[in-house]
Structure formats: structure tokens, C-alpha cells
């Protein structure tokens, strides 16, 4: 396994241990995010400050199901990508059963003082064209 590739699944087992902590362990200063939530994107200590994820795990019952699929990594010397297929599953408090759902994921890394850092993440689900613009979240791979 290369270290881009312990990056990304230190990254699955901190989201599945609800560790919001090692969630942003590995990113820059001056990362940017486009996640699947609003806003349209933020920046730096939104994104490094792991009050943000703690708060969001505290939404569910019992554990968060985290898988990400087909990676595949791009390294240059100093700059990498990644894109994959992840997978969620969890409970939310209150609700009568669990959801899952699949989204892309890709990846920006830059080495940092020598280690490897998340400088961008972009995650997306796809959405019906058919006028009800309903996100997919009903798509597998």
C-alpha cells in the first residue's frame, strides 16, 4: 500500500471509528472542501476543526458505515489525486431505519514540509436530469 493509499483509508477507519479527529488529520492549513453538505464550499479551519465532524457523528445511532472503492492514485513528486466510489451507511437519531448511499469522491494532495497533506476534496452525488433535480442517491456501483 502506498502512503496515498494509507492516507485514504486511515481516513475510512477514522470515519467508521466516528474519530473526528483522525477525520482531519491529514489535512493542510489551506485545504478547500466541496462536500456533499452546504455550503458550496469551505476552507482552512472550517475544514480542519474537527467540531464540525464530531457534531455531524453525533447525529447517528451506533456506528458509521464508510467504504471507499475503486481508488485510484495519481502521484507526482510533490502533487497527487485520488477519485474513488464511497460508500455510507448510518442511522440517524430518531429515524426507523438506517440509510446508504454511494457518492464520488476526488481527491487533491500536495506534500507539505514532507508529508503528504489534503489540500482539496471534492465529493458529489450524481442528480436526476428529469426536471425533479432528486439526487441519486439511489445508485450503486
Known sequence: MTVIEQIIADRAAAMRDKDAE??????????????????????????????????????????????????????????????????????????????EMWFRATVGLRRVDGDWKITHEHTSTPFYMDGSFRAATDLRP
Do not use: Q
Open 22 to 99: 483522525r477525520v482531519v488529520a491529514a489535512y493542510a492549513p489551506d485545504v478547500v472542501m466541496f462536500d456533499l453538505a452546504p455550503p458550496l464550499g469551505t476552507t482552512g479551519a472550517e475544514v480542519t476543526d474537527p467540531s464540525g465532524i464530531r457534531a455531524w457523528f453525533s447525529k447517528f445511532v451506533g456506528p458509521v458505515g464508510y467504504d471507499v472503492t475503486e481508488l485510484v492514485v495519481t502521484e507526482g513528486a510533490d502533487v497527487a489525486f485520488c477519485h474513488s466510489l464511497n460508500r455510507l451507511a448510518a442511522t440517524p437519531h430518531g429515524a426507523p431505519e438506517g440509510f
